[in-house]
C-alpha cells in the first residue's frame, strides 16, 4: 500500500530525515511517536509532497516514484491519492461549511455541484456537522472546525489520510469529540497515518505505532509491544516521561 526506502530530508544544514523505511498495509492505522521536532509530521508532508525530499523511493498504491526525479504529473497524482487533516484546520474562511466540502471535489474531481454537495452532507452528518453547513468556519468552535476539515479529508475518497497532530490546537474540552470523529474513520477501513501527542488515544487506535527520534525510526511495533513491552530504552524512557507528566498533571 505505501512503502518509503532511505528517505532523506534536510532544511539547509539540517538533516530532518536520515534514512527512514517504512511498510503500511491497506487498511492500516499507523501513529508516529516522539519528541517534538523529531520528523513526524515531515513524513506526513513526504507522502503529499507538501515538502521535498532529498531522496528515496516511494510506492503509494498503483505508483512508485524517485525522489530524485519526480515530475509534476506525479506530484498530482500523489496528491490526489492522499488527503490531510491539518493542525489549525486550514478552512477556507469566505466558504461555507458545505462549501469547504464541496471545493475539492469540484476543482480536483470535477464532479457537478449537486453530486458534491449530496457527499458533502453524507460526510458532514456522519461527523456531526450537517446542520452546520451554511455557517462560516468563524462561527465555530475548534473542535467543530476540525470535524468538517476530516469531512473534507474523506470528500475526496483518498487512499491514505493523513492526521496531523489534529487535536494540538483545541481547548482540553473539545479534544475527545474530535478523536471520537477519529476512531470512526478508522473504522471505515481507510488507511490512516496519525502524528499525536495523545499515548492513550494511540495505543487504542492503532495497530502499528512508530517510535521516532532525531530523523530515524527508532522502533515500531504493535501498540502492546510499543507501550508495554518495548526492548528499546530510549522508547522506555520517552514513554515513562510522557506518563508521568500525565499523573503530575492529573493532580
Do not use: W
Request: glycine letters at 6%; hydrophobic letters at 40%.
Amino acid at each position: 500500500m505505501l512503502e518509503f526506502k532511505n528517505l532523506k530530508l534536510s532544511f539547509g544544514d539540517k538533516e530532518v530525515l536520515k534514512g527512514v523505511d517504512l511498510n503500511v498495509n491497506k487498511g492500516d492505522v499507523v501513529t508516529f511517536i516522539g519528541p517534538s521536532g523529531t520528523g513526524k509530521t515531515t513524513i506526513l508532508k513526504c507522502v503529499n509532497y507538501l515538502v521535498e525530499p532529498n531522496e528515496g523511493n516511494m510506492h503509494l498504491a498503483d505508483m512508485s516514484v524517485d525522489f530524485k526525479k519526480i515530475n509534476k504529473k506525479e506530484i498530482l497524482s500523489l496528491r490526489r491519492k492522499t488527503a490531510m487533516v491539518f493542525q489549525q484546520f486550514n478552512l477556507f474562511k469566505n466558504k461555507t461549511v458545505v462549501e469547504n466540502v464541496m471545493d475539492a471535489q469540484i476543482v480536483v474531481h470535477n464532479k457537478s455541484k449537486s453530486e458534491a454537495y449530496e457527499k458533502s452532507m453524507e460526510l458532514l452528518d456522519k461527523v456531526g456537522m450537517c446542520d452546520k453547513e451554511n455557517e462560516y468556519p468563524s462561527k465555530l468552535s475548534g473542535g467543530q472546525q476540525q470535524r468538517v476539515s476530516i469531512a473534507r479529508a474523506l470528500a475526496v475518497n483518498p487512499e491514505i489520510v493523513l492526521f496531523d497532530e489534529p487535536t494540538s490546537a483545541l481547548d482540553p474540552e473539545l479534544v475527545n469529540d474530535v478523536l471520537s470523529v477519529i476512531e470512526k474513520v478508522a473504522k471505515t477501513g481507510v488507511t490512516i497515518l496519525l502524528v499525536t501527542h495523545e499515548m492513550d488515544f494511540a495505543r487504542k487506535i492503532s495497530n502499528k505505532v512508530v517510535f521516532m527520534e532525531n530523523g530515524y525510526v527508532v522502533e515500531e511495533g504493535s501498540p502492546e509491544q510499543i507501550f508495554e513491552k518495548s526492548l528499546n530504552e530510549r522508547t522506555k524512557q520517552f514513554l515513562s516521561k510522557f506518563y508521568l507528566k500525565e499523573a503530575v498533571s492529573a493532580k
